[in-house]
């Protein structure tokens, strides 16, 4: 058993009511540093709800959540500064470029200059996207975005990454492409909280939560849930706790 | 403030790309300007008339030349028949009807006495009235030279009452007009894109990103607020320059101070536009917003109708608009040439209200998804 210490996340009775609606019900979990945790569910399982809170954007209704050691209720703006954040919905700039977004969230997260145009020319070298390095983000396919996306929310090295639904609508080649991004990052050491639909990329995680109906209904590596529920794939394992 | 200057590079960029700005910038302002100042205009200066002469005597013409050597008359029909000048007004293209009787002239000598009639299209109220007075004077002036013909002896003169117009010799109502019609182009730039812009980052979800970032509240309102500043500041300049140009506007008082209560009404306006798009969710909602209180603001703000004559609770409603203190302020330092000293009751305003408004800007703007 590893100390508490090691738990970059940590998260206690978890609530978050929306009116009469319970959006996420006594979430408890932790993640270990540098470890790839896979948070899954089916569309309105609350998995949205639950990265928003840990990303300091909302209030939980209660419960307890540390961020890095940072608590969700009064240290947001620490929480901020350690994690990177990509969005289920592409959220860069379409009317800038690739080198204005890179420049402009370099800008707000406090990097140099210099630091801001090295990563810039490691970044576009990376995804490829030195010929179209002029056009508008809205002339580029989506799954270039959302490497853009991924390179921009890791820009500032933090500790940990949110990706809500990372490869949503992304092709194969695209996915595969970006999954290898995630490993890369993990092998740094940052911890990457990835939430997404697909089965085959939650084998990919070192250890997935499965969520229901605003409950966690299982949570461990992916071979031993499947295990568990005597199953050969991980669609298997959910299609046995969604369908309840 | 470094984090405010990448903000600002990206504001600046995204405004410029924006195929709309330039036009909205340049064009507009000119147009409204050339538009509003001509048209904006409580002067009578074509008052179409028909001249129902029924007396046809040397008396009645001479009365006829003086409406005739006016340059506010305008003649639009001369006839002997009243039915045929009233279809004239009533059709709206005459605006006052002079009716001389048969017996003009014959009265004049025999009775000393004689009347005329004046028919006046009072749809439009005020204008009606500036009509019946122009008319008036023109008679009075008349009567005052037959008194002096007929009975030129020892009649006391009747009390002369000598005018000067201050501050605006000529009476010339664009020197009036313009000045307020700068500000407002500069007030619905600001007002509009403020007010739409952190909206459209909503709408969009970019905000969503933004909030994720450690960036700061006011570094956040700060890179929103500078960008449209500096665009209505040099709006400002530009309207000035076409005003002077186009209209030859006074400009008696410190331009400097000008721009001084310019630049802290701006903060104020701005602040207000950003408080409505933190209230709205779309740029729909935003838009009817801003409107609703334009709409209140320039139309009680005193560009037409002087707040003065306004009743009291309408008058308290203009302690909340920016817009009638900026007029005031500008026309006074314009016209009047006032300094620093004279303004300082509204100058005082503004700058509460700016500070006012910012406040409540940046505490509504919340980080939250």
Redesign the interface.
């Known amino acids: 058993m590893k100390t508490v210490t090691e738990n970059i996340i940590e998260v206690e009775m978890l609530v978050k009511k929306f009116g009469n609606f319970t959006a996420c019900r006594d979430l408890t979990f932790e993640v270990k540093k540098g470890e790839i945790f896979g948070f899954l569910g089916a569309n309105g399982a609350g998995k949205t709800t639950a990265i928003k809170i840990l990303c300091g954007l909302w209030k939980p209704t209660s419960g307890k959540a540390l961020i890095g050691g940072f608590d969700v209720y009064t240290e947001t703006n620490k929480i901020k500064k350690n994690i990177g954040y990509m969005s289920q919905k592409f959220s860069l700039y379409e009317d800038l470029t690739p080198v204005e977004n890179i420049r402009f969230y370099g800008g707000i997260y406090g990097l140099s200059r210099s630091l801001i145009k090295e990563k810039t020319a490691l970044a576009l070298h990376e995804l490829g996207l030195e010929e179209v390095k002029d056009l508008h983000v809205s002339a580029m396919p989506l799954g270039w975005k959302q490497k853009l996306a991924f390179t921009v929310a890791m820009l500032h090295e933090p500790k940990i990454v949110f990706l809500d639904e990372p490869t949503g609508g992304v092709d194969p080649i695209t996915r595969r492409q970006f999954w290898n991004m995630i490993y890369q990052a993990a092998h740094r050491g940052i911890t990457i909280f990835v939430t997404t639909h697909y089965m085959d990329e939650a084998e990919y995680c070192d250890r997935v939560s499965i969520m229901v109906d605003g409950e966690i209904k299982a949570l461990d590596t992916p071979d031993k849930l499947k295990e568990m529920y005597e199953s050969q794939t991980m669609n298997e394992v959910f299609l046995k706790l969604a369908r309840g | 403030m470094?984090?405010i200057?990448?903000?600002l590079?990206?504001e600046f960029?995204?405004i410029f790309?924006?195929r709309m700005m330039l036009p909205i910038i340049f064009v507009m302002p000119v147009i409204q300007l050339l538009i509003l100042a001509h048209a904006a205009t409580y002067e009578m200066k074509t008052i179409r008339t028909h001249i129902v002469d029924l007396d046809q005597s040397p008396s009645s013409r001479e009365l006829v030349s003086k409406f005739k050597g006016s340059s506010f008359y305008r003649m639009v029909g001369y006839s002997f028949n009243y039915e045929l000048a009233e279809k004239d007004i009533e059709k709206g293209t005459a605006d006052l009807v002079i009716q001389i009787p048969q017996d003009f002239e014959k009265d004049l000598i025999n009775e000393k006495e004689a009347s005329i009639s004046l028919v006046i299209n009072a749809i439009n109220g005020s204008a009606a009235s500036l009509i019946n007075a122009y008319t008036l004077a023109i008679v009075r002036d008349y009567n005052l030279n037959l008194v002096t013909e007929l009975i030129s002896r020892k009649v006391k003169q009747p009390i002369g009452i000598e005018y000067s117009y201050w501050f605006n010799p000529e009476l010339n109502y664009k020197t009036y007009m313009v000045p307020g019609i700068l500000v407002l182009l500069v007030t619905i730039i600001a007002f509009f894109l403020s007010g739409m812009n952190v909206v459209r980052e909503k709408e969009?979800?970019?905000?969503?990103?933004?909030?994720?970032?450690?960036?700061k509240k006011y570094q956040f309102i700060a890179g929103k607020l500078i960008p449209f500043w500096i665009i209505a500041m040099f709006e400002l300049a530009f309207g000035l320059m076409v005003a002077k140009l186009f209209f030859d506007i006074p400009i008696v008082g410190s331009i400097g101070l000008v721009f001084g209560v310019a630049a802290i009404y701006l903060v104020a306006v701005l602040a207000l536009g950003l408080i409505i798009s933190t209230l709205s969710d779309t740029m729909q909602q935003s838009m009817f917003l801003t409107w609703f209180f334009l709409v209140i603001f320039i139309l009680m703000s005193g560009l037409f109708t002087a707040v003065d004559s306004m009743p009291d609770w309408a008058r308290a409603i203009n302690i909340i608009n920016p817009i009638a203190y900026f007029i005031e302020i500008i026309r006074m330092i314009l016209l009047k040439g006032a300094g620093l000293k004279n303004i300082v009751h509204q100058l005082t305003a503004l700058i509460i209200y700016a500070f006012v408004a910012l406040s409540v800007a940046v505490w509504r703007y919340k980080?939250?998804?």
């Open positions: 470094r984090t200057i990448f903000i590079q990206k960029l995204q790309r924006n969009i979800g970019t905000i969503e990103q933004i909030n994720v970032t450690p960036i980080k939250v998804a």
